[in-house]
Structure formats: structure tokens, C-alpha cells
């Protein structure tokens, strides 16, 4: 049995996708929630074994929420499901963490298999999200850094402390960690002075 819950902000879609669920025996639905913070709260009293999570959401978005769930519950995997499918919502939601990332025309065969799999730990992505991020892989080299590593960058530079970064963004500090020692990593640096610095001079980081 795997334990799932439901995280969307609109009542009739959240229904929806607990309806669709609602006869698989092998599906336990938990908890549902209308927001970001909400479902953290559920996650920590239900322990589910994946998060079912649309993208954008009001208190604490999807990609934000994706975050938390991934550094305070490491056990409990992210499936984001979600009608958004922009490069940069498909960039922001994997590199928050997520297991996975389907869009809301998914059957519900796909959706059960999805679930399951997410539960295993395997990588899901639906056909149109995978195609976008393989076509990202395959672009030029220089442009590296992802709009959220970007969005810690511009923070960096008006000298924002990590805690503060993450205030900002609404993100734990472990994750601007994170993204920093990414950004160390593609820019080929050591610290955070230098990193702007480099960012600037191959002109993705413009200041005034």
C-alpha cells in the first residue's frame, strides 16, 4: 500500500485527482491539502510515501513546498502534478528535488504507474516534460545556470546572508547551500564574491 497525499489549491481539482485514485487498492490517500504549508504539516503527521503536488500555490508555492518536503522528509517523494510546463517551471520543480513531474492530462493509469514508481524512488517525467529537458541538455554550454540559481545569484550579489537568501525566495537555508555549491561548481569558483564576479563577466549577471 502506498501512502499518498494530495496537495492543490483548487477544491474541484484536488477532488478530482483523489476521485480518480479513490478505487485503486493499492493507493491510501492520507491527507489533502489547499496550500504549501498545510501540506507540510500533513507530511509531518501522516509520513506519506509520496506527495502529490501541483505547482502553483498561495501561502507556499509548489517548488517551495518540493523543498521543505525533500530536506525535512527525505523519505517522503515529491510527485508534481501540474498544468504549468515552461522550461523554467520544469527547471525550478526538479532542481527543488522533485521524484518526478507530470502535467494534469495524465491518465490515470499513467498516474497510478507514476505513483507507484515515485514510491520506489524511480525518476518520472511525462512524455513533453522529458523532451524539454533533454533539448535543454543538448543547448549550448554557456547557458548553464537554471532561473533559480540565477535568483540566488542576483541575491548574492546585493550581499544577502544565506539565511536571508532563503527568506527571500522562501527556501530553506540547506538548499541555497545547495545551490551555491552549484553555482561554485559551474562557474568554476571557490567562493561567493568570485561567483559574481565570473557570472558578470560572461554576462549572466548584470548589475547596475
Same mark, same amino acid.
Given at each position: ?7 492543490? +489549491? ?11 485514485? #479513490? ?12 496550500? $504549501? ?29 518540493? #523543498? ?11 510527485? =508534481? ?8 517551471? =520544469? ?8 521524484? $518526478? ?17 515515485? #514510491? ?37 550579489? +546585493? $550581499?544577502?546572508?544565506?539565511?536571508? =537568501? ?7 537555508? #540547506? ?34
Amino acid at each position: 500500500m502506498t501512502r499518498v497525499i494530495v496537495v492543490d +489549491d483548487h477544491t474541484v481539482m484536488r477532488a478530482g485527482v483523489i476521485a480518480l485514485l #479513490a478505487g485503486e487498492h493499492s493507493i491510501d490517500i492520507v491527507g489533502e491539502a489547499g496550500d $504549501g504549508r498545510a501540506a507540510l504539516a500533513l507530511v509531518e503527521r501522516h509520513d506519506p510515501d509520496v506527495a502529490l503536488v501541483d505547482l502553483r500555490m498561495p501561502i507556499l508555492d509548489g517548488v517551495a513546498t518540493t #523543498a521543505e518536503i525533500v530536506t525535512r522528509h527525505p523519505r517522503t517523494r515529491v510527485l =508534481i502534478l501540474t498544468t504549468y510546463d515552461t522550461d523554467a517551471d =520544469i527547471e525550478r520543480g526538479v532542481e527543488a528535488g522533485a521524484i $518526478g513531474y507530470l502535467l494534469k492530462d495524465t491518465t490515470r493509469e499513467q498516474l497510478v504507474d507514476a505513483i507507484h514508481a515515485a #514510491a520506489r524512488g524511480e525518476t518520472v517525467l511525462a512524455p513533453r516534460v522529458a523532451e524539454k529537458l533533454i533539448a535543454k541538455m543538448r543547448r549550448p554550454a554557456q547557458a548553464t545556470l537554471t532561473p533559480r540559481e540565477l535568483d540566488v545569484l542576483n541575491a548574492v550579489a +546585493d $550581499g544577502l546572508t544565506n539565511a536571508e =537568501i532563503g527568506s527571500r525566495l522562501v527556501i530553506a537555508e #540547506a538548499t541555497v547551500k545547495t545551490y551555491l555549491l552549484r553555482l561554485f561548481a559551474k562557474l568554476e569558483v571557490n567562493d561567493r564574491t568570485h561567483a559574481v564576479v565570473r557570472a558578470m563577466e560572461r554576462g549572466l549577471l548584470r548589475r547596475p
